[in-house]
């Protein structure tokens, strides 16, 4: 019998592993190795660490909001406003993907939750689906 994590534990697991660096520094590495990801590891792994290291710089950052569309990449809103090192299309698709199963998103607009524990903190961050276009609110984070 397989024990298979469900992709919320997957993705918290994530965020706890990224926990010890700079997630800016981090996406901004990988973008340069041209994406390379470790041999072996499933299709899941590099979606759900993008993801994690997004969410991170986010949440480190005191960010209120981030907008993620596969085309566009990420933005980032807080104190000042800026792009993160855009994922291949495929990955952020399927990050995306995972987020909006965990947040219990179906349809082309919606709206949904998902609870992270980071450090020591429970964050609730809104998830809101317009389209292609997923904003990720971070309540009690920041200010803008």
């Avoid at 299309?89 to 219990?104: D, K, N, P, Q």
């Avoid at 020591?120 to 317009?130: C, G």
Wanted: net charge negative; proline share 5%; glycine share 10%.
């Amino acid at each position: 019998m397989s024990d298979v994590e469900s992709p919320h534990a997957r993705l918290q697991r994530q965020i706890d592993c990224q926990l010890e660096i700079k997630p800016k520094d981090a996406l901004i590495t990988w973008e340069q190795s041209g994406w390379n990801e470790q041999p072996g590891t499933d299709g899941d792994e590099a979606p759900l660490r993008y993801m994690a290291l997004v969410l991170l710089e986010a949440i480190e950052g005191r960010s209120v909001r981030l907008s993620l569309d596969k085309d566009k990449g990420v933005t980032i809103f807080g104190d000042s406003t800026y792009m993160l090192p855009k994922a291949p299309a495929s990955w952020i698709a399927r990050g995306l993907e995972i987020v909006r199963e965990i947040a219990g998103i179906e349809g082309s607009d919606a709206q949904g939750r998902i609870s992270l524990g980071v450090r020591s903190d429970s964050l609730d961050l809104i998830i809101q689906k317009e389209a292609g276009l997923h904003i990720i609110n971070i309540p009690g984070v920041g200010t803008v």
